[in-house]
């Protein structure tokens, strides 16, 4: 392979070779063996292409003193963040590469950090064996000196590398020097939706490995669910004792193998035991889960149980330090799966930091281990070039998936190998899998692209709509390509791997995906994408909210070429906030079903191994959103997949008034090492008094007279509290300014901007539905009723909105019937349907009955539950990073909005609404393009209230909004509802 390069020394960087010079791959296990971690303060120098390097670099003599100085581990455009940042910027690309492709090439303008620190070796490590050096992850490629020696060099962002340095090491100071290439050969293969970052952004250790030590070991640890017992089988050098204390294992022959009685491991029953594997120079430690994974008859089979996964696709990253994580940011991650009910994450797309594995197993995730290869960007040449398919590249793939099978074989939690993502087809992807199967018998394996399935064991699917889903399930989807594969394809499982895109405002629809899941056992679940929005942390410079920080995503960095805010699609938000979306995942996927019904409560659990010993349940029962009696509820363990039927607990109450609804709440009895106790995990309600609850409101009011007066009052004039001008406009009400507008839009989300043709661009902003007119078409008094008919539309269209508005003075409350008519040629959808107010910013609390706590649509209400919520209008904002649509509260009965605790307005709906109440207009939350452009108006707060809002979807990518939670024009007939206000201060 010729060099691109202006110097051979360089001729690496563009080699599809995948290293020189480096180690066998293997697991760094904890060891007794020596080592010393080379994290903390390097000097650093960052050039802007290979010609600017230095040219000694590894010189022990280089004075390096007026270099920076820089922590490592860390990606190099990260640092100084927000305020002050030291080296160029993250740029971000969905598929496109920022480079041409031209592959193995890259571009000469290739930002190059040097690296340098000095070391001391440990004598004890010179006196015997040799001295690894270990880098966990170095984003792109790079090469190592020791003491002027050229060492080798590496490349595979997110796979260990290691380098014997024995050769060069001396008692006392070392000098280390290592310089990484943003751009490589190897970014082709690295080509995944996210952050181009760079740097050693993993940790450096040196370990001494003792002569006759234990390098490696491979754990095989089953579990016959049969005979109930455990089998265990250890790969080690020969002369190894293993250990096991806690199973009374001593022995000379780790090879076994050994039948011994067990505690399995499953994601939901983590039960780890230690094995130590000694011999007289060294001693390692791997805590081992026994489990047997099986596909059979198009099921996944964990110790011969059928599982469902319900997961989450997890990128690396955090909003200050990029792709470097801490330890407490992993635990963060598991908690919150944990907290929300997922069983099991997808690492995509690349191997994650070691720990992460570690955890996984310790609290309990079933892993899709995941290969660093995704070549996406060919795609946009209609695959031309593809290194998946060409032999040059065939070293550099099974490179790759041999180091991340060597270094993650003894994770219990990891449940399927996959060797990467969007990458087309190929011959060196086939090799991967045949490597991997001979290397690990135990686990399956997965990759989305082999459509044929000739070489994966699960059939693999991203954003399939519902109906196909179903198609598959019942064995009537379209066949193979080749007719040969398709026999075994339809003997597989099939897996969403990705679905459900939660960009900004969304995924909607979640229910009806589980729903099919939990009916068909072929379908074995999927994985959310994403888990969380990769924002990166900014300062707003100028205006109203200088100094505040907010997350920046694509193009905000000058990237000439970038994909906007495709990479803030998480279930959190950067900070990781959980949006609504996660609770709403939660209830869709909770452990246990709860029913509530003719004076019995059901729970069926939907757990696979463990009993629901570990749940308490709890009952509310609550009048009009209060809670009137609460208690604990005797609920027998439940056994896995198992139902139980209790009574429900005797209501000593008087009769209901109003409302009256029962909520039954699965939390846990005692806390676990991811929740306190009393954390909910699952709830189910039931309304006891049987006053309905009309999902769509009808209208009281006849359809407008088709000859109308368009009438004008002579003055202004007052009805009750209220205020009107002399076109019958509402201009106060008890005093306080308040206005009140027909309103169709919502500032558009992610999933509307995206719909494939459906939405947005093509639909709603063409008919001006963002910027309607209204004009008062009818006017008339009679006694103490003002009827006014207002007609709303946008320019240039002759498709009308009327609103019929009757008001009426009840005592010193106000009643509005309503009433909406579209007028002329409407099809489809419109975003929503209702009126809009502007009212004192000083009211600045929201109290309502309805769905909560959490922001809800038409497809996104599952885990919210009915009560009074209260939340100040702050709270009420759902702060996506890409600012759109967001804090609906639904079936709203009736709200009142407060100053500082003081009530200020109530208003009831005769039947329930949307409500939405914020700090600023729709049209400045659609002009935001991030979380601090958005400024409270001064003296006006904007309460949205709707007979309808279309659903969300997940069109961002993926099927749009289902027929039955879409707003469609045809619904609108006889819209309207009637609310009645009642002014509470003067
Ligand atoms: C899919 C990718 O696998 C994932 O990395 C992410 O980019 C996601 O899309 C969109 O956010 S691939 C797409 C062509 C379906």
């Given at each position: 392979m010729s060099s691109s390069t202006s110097s051979s020394t360089h001729a690496y960087v563009s080699d599809p070779a995948p290293g020189t010079n480096r180690s066998p791959a293997r697991p760094a296990l904890p060891s007794s063996a020596g080592q010393l971690s080379l994290d903390g303060e390097w000097r650093f120098r960052l050039a802007d292409s290979l010609e600017d390097v230095t040219a000694d670099l590894g010189d022990p003599g280089l004075d390096d003193s007026r270099w920076d100085v820089i922590e490592v581990p860390s990606c190099w455009q990260m640092l100084g963040r927000p305020d002050e940042p030291r080296y160029g910027a993250p740029a971000y690309t969905n598929i496109?590469?920022?480079?041409?492709?031209?592959?193995p090439f890259v571009p000469e303008e290739n930002p190059t950090g040097e690296y340098r620190r000095t070391f001391e070796v440990p004598a004890a490590f010179l006196a015997d064996g040799r001295c690894l050096i270990r880098f966990e992850g170095v984003d792109s490629a790079f090469a190592v000196w020791c003491n002027g020696e050229r060492i080798g060099d590496g490349k595979g962002s997110r796979l260990p590398t290691e380098f014997d340095l024995t050769p060069v090491l001396r008692a006392g100071t070392n000098q280390l020097a290592v310089r990484v290439h943003q751009?490589?050969?190897g970014s082709y293969l690295e080509d995944q939706d996210m952050w181009w970052v760079s740097g050693i952004f993993r940790s450096v250790r040196l370990l001494h490995r003792p002569s006759g030590g234990i390098d490696d070991v491979f754990v095989h640890a089953d579990f016959d669910h049969e005979s109930g017992l455990g089998r265990l089988r250890v790969d080690a050098p020969a002369g190894a004792r293993l250990t096991c204390q806690e199973l009374g294992l001593d022995s000379v022959d780790p090879a076994g193998p050994y039948e011994l009685a067990v505690e399995p491991w499953t994601a939901e029953t983590p039960r780890l035991y230690s094995l130590t594997i000694a011999n007289d120079v060294e001693r390692v430690e791997v805590r081992t889960g026994f489990r047997t994974i099986r596909i059979d008859d198009g099921q996944l089979l964990v110790n011969g149980v059928p599982v469902l996964l319900q997961g989450v696709n997890r990128h690396e990253w955090d909003p200050v330090t990029g792709r470097t994580l801490s330890e407490e940011t992993m635990r963060r991650d598991i908690e919150l799966m944990k907290q929300h009910n997922i069983n099991a994450v997808r690492t995509s797309h690349y191997p994650p930091d070691a720990r992460f594995l570690d955890l996984c197993d310790e609290y309990g995730l079933w892993v899709i281990d995941e290969c660093d290869v995704e070549t996406h960007g060919f795609v946009m040449n209609g695959?031309?070039?593809?290194?998946?398919?060409d032999p040059a590249w065939r070293d550099a793939y099974l490179d790759r998936m041999q180091r991340m099978v060597e270094r993650d074989k003894n994770h219990p939690s990891i449940v399927f190998w996959s060797l990467g993502n969007e990458s087309d087809t190929g011959a060196n992807l086939a090799a991967m899998s045949e490597w991997t199967r001979r290397r690990d018998p135990g686990r399956p394996i997965h990759y989305e692209g082999n459509r044929e399935c000739d070489y994966v064991d699960v059939y693999s699917k991203m954003y399939d709509p519902i109906d196909f889903v179903e198609r598959v399930a019942l064995g009537i989807d379209p066949p193979t390509d080749d007719p040969a594969n398709d026999a075994r394809r339809r003997s597989l499982p099939y897996l969403l791997v990705e679905y459900a895109h939660a960009m900004g405002n969304g995924p909607g629809g979640l229910a009806e995906y589980q729903a099919l899941f939990d009916s068909h056992r072929r379908l074995i679940g999927g994985f959310i994408w994403e888990w969380i929005d990769h924002g990166v942390v900014l300062r707003q410079q100028t205006g109203p909210n200088a100094g505040q920080t907010y997350y920046g995503y694509g193009g905000d960095f000058g990237e000439p070429l970038h994909d906007r805010n495709f990479i803030a699609d998480g279930l959190v938000l950067p900070d990781r906030t959980p949006s609504p979306a996660l609770a709403d995942y939660a209830q869709v996927i909770a452990p246990v079903r709860i029913v509530v019904d003719a004076g019995i409560v059901e729970v069926r659990s939907r757990l696979a191994f463990a009993d629901t010993s570990h749940l308490a349940f709890r009952y509310y029962i609550s009048d009009d959103g209060i809670d009137v009696q609460a208690g604990d509820l005797a609920v027998p363990a439940v056994a896995p997949g198992a139902t139980v039927r209790v009574p429900m607990p005797t209501i000593e109450l008087p009769p209901a008034r109003s409302e009256r609804w029962i909520r039954v709440e699965a939390v846990l009895a005692d806390k676990t090492t991811w929740a306190p106790a009393g954390h909910r995990l699952a709830f189910g309600e039931t309304q006891l008094t049987d006053v309905p609850v009309p999902q769509r409101p009808i209208s009281t009011l006849p359809p407008p007279p088709t000859r109308r007066d368009p009438g004008s009052a002579d003055r202004p004039f007052s009805i009750g509290p209220a205020e009107f001008d002399t076109r019958g406009r509402l201009v106060r009400l008890s005093g306080h300014a308040v206005s009140l507008v027909p309103d169709l839009w919502r500032a558009t989300i992610d999933n509307d901007m995206y719909a494939g043709g459906q939405?947005?661009?093509?639909?709603w902003e063409p008919l001006g539905l963002h910027r309607l007119r209204h004009r008062v078409s009818h006017l008339s008094v009679d006694g103490d009723q003002l009827f006014v008919i207002i007609r709303s539309a946008g320019a240039a269209t002759d498709q009308l909105i009327d609103t019929s508005l009757v008001w009426t003075a009840e005592a010193d409350r106000l009643r509005l019937q309503t009433r909406f008519d579209l007028v002329g040629p409407w099809a489809g959808t419109i975003p929503r349907l209702g009126l809009r107010l502007s009212v004192p910013a000083a009211w600045n609390e929201l109290t309502w009955f309805g769905l909560g706590p959490h922001e809800t649509y038409a497809d996104t209400r599952s885990g919210a539950w009915t009560s009074r919520f209260r939340a100040s209008v702050d709270e009420l904002q759902t702060p996506y990073t890409r600012p759109q649509e967001n804090g609906q509260r639904s079936l709203v009965r009736h709200l009142e909005l407060a100053a500082d605790g003081t009530p200020a307005l109530r208003i009831d709906a005769d039947s329930p609404i949307s409500v939405t109440y914020r700090p600023w207009s729709t049209e400045a939350l659609e002009a935001a393009r991030h979380t601090a452009d958005l400024v409270p108006d001064p003296d006006r707060n904007w309460l949205h209230l709707d007979w309808a809002q279309h659903g969300v979807g997940s069109a961002a990518c993926g099927p749009g909004v289902l027929p039955t939670h879409a707003l469609t024009t045809n619904q609108v007939a006889n819209a309207g509802f009637t609310l009645t206000f009642h002014p509470l201060t003067n």
């Open positions: 496109r590469y920022p480079f041409p492709v031209d592959p751009w490589s050969s695959w031309r070039h593809n290194p998946s398919d939405a947005v661009p093509t639909v």
